[in-house]
């Protein structure tokens, strides 16, 4: 799953892979921001299936925390 997610991000950030790590954080670099996040949100939700809650989307705040929100929805 978090190899999964990193390409996802990776892709949708427009970053190399090896840029996302657990201390990546939404707005600390200039390719997450609001618009890109929605974008994330999006190929996150199709990547696996899932349809992210709003508090969920609000909360990604960091890839640490992505793969937290996650894991929750892949154990449902």
């Known amino acids: 799953m978090e190899e999964r997610l990193k ?3 990776a ?3 427009g970053i190399e892979e090896k840029k996302v790590t657990d201390d990546l954080k939404y707005n600390t670099i200039d390719e997450w921001d ?3 996040h929605m974008t994330l949100v999006a190929a996150i939700e199709d ?4 349809m992210l809650d709003t508090d969920d989307i609000i ?3 960091s890839f640490a925390k992505a793969k937290e ?3 929750k929805y892949l154990e449902q």
């Open 69 to 71: 929100i996650v894991a």
């Open 59 to 61: 909360d990604m705040s």
């Open 11 to 13: 892709e949708s950030l």
């Open 47 to 50: 990547e696996f299936d899932i």
């Open 34 to 36: 609001s618009v890109a």
């Open 7 to 9: 390409k996802v991000f």
